[in-house]
C-alpha cells in the first residue's frame, strides 16, 4: 500500500513537473510579443544559458502541485475535490488568458497593470478555488516567487532593461498567484485517486463493521 501511494506520488510529481515547464515556456513566448524576455542571457557564468529557469519553474510547480492537495486533507477541505477536469481544463485557459492580457494589452500604467491582473487573479481563485488554502497557498507562492526574483536580479543572475523592468515588478506577483492557484488545482486532480478513494474505502468499512 505505502509502495503504491508512493509511486503514485512520484508519477504526479512528474506530470506537475512537466507541466510546469511547458507553463514556464508558453509565458516567455506571450512575454516575448511585448519584447520582454523572461528568460535572457546574462553573461559568461554557469547561469549565462536560459536552460535552468524553466527546470526551477518546472520543480516549483511539483512541489506546488503535492502541497495543494496535503494542506486540503489537513484542513478537511474536501470540497476542493468536488470538480472535473473540464474546470480544470478551464482554470489553465484562464491562467493563460491573463498571461496573454499582461503581454497583449497595453495599459496606461503599472498601476492600473497591477490592479487589472490582481482583480482578474483573484476572480480566477474565486471561480474554481474559494478555498483558504488555496488562497494562502497562492498568496505564499506569489510572495516567496517575487522575492526569489528579486534576489535574482539583484545579484546579477537575471536581467531585464531598465524599461520593463517595472512592468515586470507589477505583473509577476499576480502571475505568480494565479500560476499557484492553476498548478493547485492540476495537483489536486491528479490526487483524487490518493485523497478521495482511500478515505472512502475506510468508512464504507467501518459502516460494513
Known sequence: MIARRTSRL???????????????LVLNLLQVQR??????????????????LPLCCGTASAVIGLLYPYFDQQLGESECYKQEWSSVMKCIAVFVGINHASAKIDFANNLQLSLT????????????DRSRSGFGLGV????????????????GIYRC????????????????????ITMGNIGRQLAIADYIDVPVVSSSKEHDD
Open 10 to 24: 512520484f508519477v504526479r510529481g512528474v506530470l506537475l513537473f512537466l507541466v510546469g515547464m511547458f507553463f514556464a
Open 140 to 155: 505564499g507562492v506569489a510572495v516567496l516567487a517575487t522575492l526569489v526574483s528579486q534576489f535574482l536580479v539583484y545579484y
Open 117 to 128: 491582473l490582481s482583480a482578474l487573479s483573484i476572480g480566477l481563485w474565486w471561480i474554481f
Open 35 to 52: 519584447q520582454v524576455t523572461l528568460f535572457p542571457d546574462v553573461g559568461d557564468s554557469a547561469f549565462s544559458s536560459s536552460w535552468w
Open 161 to 180: 532593461a531598465v524599461s520593463d523592468s517595472l512592468y515586470v515588478r507589477s505583473s509577476l506577483p499576480c502571475i505568480f498567484f494565479s500560476g499557484g
